[in-house]
């Protein structure tokens, strides 16, 4: 499924850090996904990514000073035509400049005179972003409206690791779409506890072998990313996630099997407001895990014949949790449902028959098989609450299903 859409105007600041490489990447997701891309680099971006590879990718010109393209009123038009600027990477010291105001070379002016979106995803050692000078501009420019994404955690500039890497371009890519979709990214989950489970689990047969299932852990993450930047603070556990990027500002703890997730959910549930279990759980284990690899041709029938057993329901005993009071009734706890119709019975009938069951909250519903939904970068469906209330999810990115499902609980807790 492609996303047709029509194309947006996106300006891409770029600040003089380290990770500017990285806005070449940014760059070409975004123009390959439809829209256009202008690129406004401080003087300082072109000491890291030349101006000719900023120019080459976004198919624009490219200027750094006010003073260029005067007679068409440069430094005012870009910003008044942009549906959206993205600065990434935003250092520490741009970041300043945008708090002050300034309008001293094109991507401040730039910014000054946006009234569009405008996100700031900074980037800089872990010293810089945990300054009381850096945390103090970035919570003044969250009170002005300004989206700040929270820089990711890991390996920096030199051999050190940290908070204040650049989120991967990607990452980056789908905010900002799910931004221009309508999504909502200001911090007003601050002080939330926001539990998820991601990704397909994995029931081995012996030490080579599992049973596994194709949930990539793609609309788990999403919800991770969308709920952290809205402040909330966030943990995942993930069973298999096809090695996608961590999520920034969030904990993820990894686990394999049903079991395995069940324990770990059974631990953090008690202290989560929210919990969202976007987990593709196998239903079933095979009975026996095998120590060593078995082997074609032994006598036995291990490996024609594989003996089951159930999984525990992992949101089914949550919801049995919270009702025996291990934990609290005011948690929102929020299931899937992967379905198909079936000749007599629609998707939905099935997604009613099973919000039913499983007592949770809030179901989100989506219809898989034929390529749809797993692994894939889009996502649509419906979402049912337990008084009956059904909505559609229109077809859209996973951030933007997930900055859905995350309104959705809004309405549930208000
Ligand atoms: N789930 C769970 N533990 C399981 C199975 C499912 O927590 N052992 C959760 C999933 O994370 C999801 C919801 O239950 O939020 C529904 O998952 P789904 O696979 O659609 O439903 P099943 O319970 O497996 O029902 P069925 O296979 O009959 O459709």
Redesign the pocket.
């Known amino acids: 499924m492609t996303d047709q859409h029509q194309p947006r105007r996106i300006v891409v600041g770029v600040s003089g850090g380290i990770a500017a490489y990285k806005a070449c990447h940014l760059v070409r997701d975004l123009k390959e996904a439809g829209d256009d891309v202008r690129v406004v680099p401080t003087p300082g971006a072109l000491n890291f990514v030349g101006a000719a590879t900023f120019e080459a990718l976004s198919g624009h010109p490219v200027s750094t000073t006010v003073f260029d393209a005067v007679d068409e009123v440069q430094h005012v038009r870009i910003g008044q035509e942009a549906d959206a600027v993205v600065i990434a990477p935003a250092t520490a010291d741009v970041i300043a400049r945008l708090v002050a105001g300034r309008a001293d070379d094109l991507l401040t002016a730039t910014v000054l005179v946006a009234t569009c979106p405008v996100i700031v995803v900074p980037a800089m050692h872990t010293e810089m972003w945990r300054n009381a000078a850096t945390q103090a501009n970035v919570a003044t420019l969250r009170e002005r409206g300004v989206i700040v994404l929270e820089p990711a955690h890991g390996r920096l500039t030199g051999k050190d690791t940290g908070a204040g890497r650049l989120p991967e371009p990607d990452q980056i890519a789908e905010l900002v779409r799910a931004v221009l979709d309508g999504a909502n990214l200001t911090p007003d989950w601050q002080g939330r506890k926001v539990l998820i489970?991601a990704g397909g689990t994995q029931e081995n047969l012996d030490p080579v072998r599992f049973l596994g299932n194709r949930s990539s852990g793609r609309q788990g993450f999403a919800l991770a990313e969308i709920a952290a930047h809205r402040g909330a603070k966030v943990r995942i556990v993930a069973g298999d996630t096809d090695q996608l990027p961590t999520p920034s500002g969030a904990v993820i703890e990894k686990v394999g099997s049903?079991r395995e997730?069940?324990a770990a959910v059974e631990k953090h549930a008690a202290e989560a407001d929210v919990i969202i279990?976007?987990?593709?759980?196998?239903?079933f284990r095979p009975v026996s895990e095998a120590g060593a690899k078995m082997k074609k041709g032994s006598d036995d029938d291990s490996l024609t014949t594989v003996r089951l057993v159930e999984?525990?329901?992992?949101?089914?005993?949550?919801v049995r949790c919270r009702r025996e009071g291990a934990v609290p009734a005011a948690t929102t706890i929020?299931?899937?449902?992967?379905?198909t119709g079936d000749g007599t019975h629609s998707a939905l009938d099935?997604a009613k028959a099973?919000l039913e069951?499983?007592g949770?909250d809030l179901?989100m519903c989506n219809e898989v098989g034929e390529g749809r939904v797993f692994g894939q970068s889009r996502n649509r469906g419906w979402l049912l609450t337990a008084d009956g209330r059904v909505s559609e999810v229109a077809d859209g990115s996973k951030h933007a299903v997930a900055a859905r499902i995350l309104e959705a609980v809004d309405e549930l807790r208000n």
């Open positions: 489970t049903a997730m069940a279990m976007a987990a593709a759980v196998a239903d999984n525990p329901d992992i949101l089914a005993s949550t929020v299931g899937f449902a992967a379905e099935f099973k069951r499983k949770c179901l």
